[in-house]
């Protein structure tokens, strides 16, 4: 069965450091999310990607996000210069079409200290 | 911004009764609507959906149930079985939202045997 996979599972990094959260969605599917759950609170959206461009993006998704789709089975999340409170699990997820059953992956727990 | 809410954050229920978990909803906009299943440092798993021109869906032993006058959904999980054990998640998506899903804040249930 296919499944959206993400690496690493868990990415420890300091305060003020980039770093790049990578995902391969399901192959058929052209919709791409990244979401976030940080510990003990519910999962938040945070962008949907179509097409090679942005479609939507939350309050939380600032400048210092950016997504990628750099080869045809990629999809990663970079995080510019992370803070403290960016800590959480990251989540991918793929679907076609959007807005219905989205797939998402194991996660990636991102430690900023 | 409480657009989804389940206000029972946990649910205890004996095996091979029936889990009935509620979600509520504030947005009139969303026209899908999703169950997930969540264990600890895992993804959201894919359960069970329903779009808004009905009012219930059934596969296997999951059923969800949708008034839309009351903006109100529930899965039903007949029978129950400790494996069911998880955190439950109800979420809705709009049409002309770029497919986002919008998270309530999770059942936790426990099925004992």
Redesign the interface.
Known sequence: EPE?T?TPSHQVTQMGQEVILRCVPISNHL?F?W?RQILG?????LV?F?NNEI??K?EIFDDQFSVERPDGSNFTLKIRSTKLEDSAMY?C?S?D???????????T?LTVT | DQQVKQNSPSLSVQEGRISILNCDYTNSMF??F?W?KKYP??????LI?ISSIKDKNEDGRFTVFLNKSAKHLSLHIVPSQPGDSAVY?C?A???N??????????TELSVKP
């Open positions: 959206v993400q919709y999310y979401y609170q519910k999962v938040e959206f949907s179509y479609s939507e939350s989540f997820a679907s079409p959007p807005g219905h059953e989205q797939y998402f992956g194991p996660g727990r | 026209d899908y999703l997930y440092a895992e993804g959201p798993t894919f959906s998640f979420a998506s709009a049409y939202q770029g497919g986002k899903l919008i998270f309530g804040q999770g």
